[in-house]
Nanobody, 122 residues
């Protein structure tokens, strides 16, 4: 089992920045690829970014490319999502997830956090 706890969400004006963090406990954190997803009201869960166990490879959704950056610190068992130039369309609950594969598919991730709300005002 892997337990994931997100933090860092909040209310920010358009153009602002937030840094989300996801702290992991349980099985060795460095064994897993980590992903960030988001879900807005009335919409399906959407892929945001993912990173390999080593941090050497990252993939970002086109909608956030150039604005968001995923990274991880295996010594701290934490994965981050730096979000810059935020837009109202980024408003959602953001979830981190752990899985064996570097993938955009949420069904491939075995463990999920409880989510953190990000609200971007115009």
């Amino acid at each position: 089992q892997v337990q994931l706890v997100e933090s860092g969400g909040g209310l920010v004006q358009a153009g602002g920045s937030l840094r989300l963090a996801c702290a992991a406990s349980g099985r060795p954190f460095s064994s897993y690829a980590m992903g960030w997803f988001r879900q807005a009201p009335g919409k399906e869960r959407e892929f945001v970014a993912t990173v390999t166990w080593s941090g050497g490879t990252t993939v970002h959704a086109d909608s956030v490319k150039g604005r968001f950056t995923i990274s991880r610190d295996n010594a701290k068992n934490t994965v981050y999502l730096q979000m810059n130039s935020l837009e109202p369309e980024d408003t959602a609950v953001y979830y981190c997830a752990a899985g064996r594969l570097l993938t955009r598919r949420p069904g491939e991730y075995a463990y999920w956090g409880q989510g953190t709300q990000v609200t971007v005002s115009s």
